[in-house]
T-cell receptor
Framework: DAGVTQSPTHLIKTRGQQVTLRCSPK?????VSWYQQALGQGPQFIFQ???????QRGNFPDRFSGHQFPNYSSELNVNALLLGDSALYLC????????????FGQGTRLTVV | GQSLEQPSEVTAVEGAIVQINCTYQ??????LSWYQQHDGGAPTFLSY????GLEETGRFSSFLSRSDSYGYLLLQELQMKDSASYFC????????????FGQGTELSVKP
């Protein structure tokens, strides 16, 4: 079982650019959530996808958008990158939206210069 | 608002017992989870408490008191590999699958 996989592992972008991060959930999981983790902080919830729809959203601007595909994989898109968007972006999958145990990927380290 | 408070750092020696506390203020409450994260790695699920009391999983135990909005993670027989960040996280009814994380406690285990 591959677990949750994310790509790429590291990324460097320039201010104003756009970025797409990808996540494949653990086998058998249908729900994907995205989190942003700044250095030395806890993960902050961005949004959750289930049945190809955004089900919940955290306090993030519209520059952050996502998508879920029929195979349950997901993308996170960030437009008009700011320096403050530099962080570790984590994807978590679960079986259903209310499952108590979330499985996290290793994350994508995004650096905006 | 929603907030979770936990100590920023804890240091202990190999073989010792350490307790990491977490207090929370959230609008609604489903349960309290604990995650471990090694430097640069993925957070790993450790435990979940929905009801008051102690849950034991090997060397790790987790406790919850809903009336006090308080929980803790207890790590016994500490090993060097336990050096990591530990996060408490609340799942609230109105939030569905959303996890609200604390700032994390960095545990350093010394020989």
């Amino acid at each position: 079982d591959a677990g949750v996989t994310q790509s790429p592992t590291h990324l460097i972008k320039t201010r104003g650019q756009q970025v797409t991060l990808r996540c494949s959930p653990k086998s058998g999981h249908d729900t994907v959530s995205w989190y942003q983790q700044a250095l030395g902080q806890g993960p902050q919830f961005i949004f959750q996808y289930y049945e190809e729809e955004e089900r919940q959203r955290g306090n993030f601007p519209d520059r952050f958008s996502g998508h879920q595909f029929p195979n349950y994989s997901s993308e996170l898109n960030v437009n008009a990158l700011l320096l403050g968007d530099s962080a570790l972006y984590l994807c978590a999958s679960s079986a259903g939206t209310g499952n108590t145990e979330a499985f996290f990927g290793q994350g994508t380290r995004l650096t905006v210069v | 608002g929603q907030s979770l408070e936990q100590p920023s750092e804890v240091t202990a020696v190999e073989g010792a017992i350490v307790q990491i506390n977490c207090t929370y203020q959230t609008s609604g409450f489903y349960g309290l989870s604990w995650y471990q994260q090694h430097d640069g790695g993925a957070p790993t699920f450790l435990s979940y408490n929905a009801l008051d009391g102690l849950e034991e999983t090997g060397r790790f135990s987790s406790f919850l008191s809903r009336s006090d909005s308080y929980g803790y993670l207890l790590l016994q027989e500490l090993q060097m590999k336990d050096s990591a960040s530990y996060f408490c996280a609340v799942r609230a009814p109105a939030q569905g699958g959303k996890l609200i994380f604390g700032q994390g406690t960095e545990l350093s285990v010394k020989p």
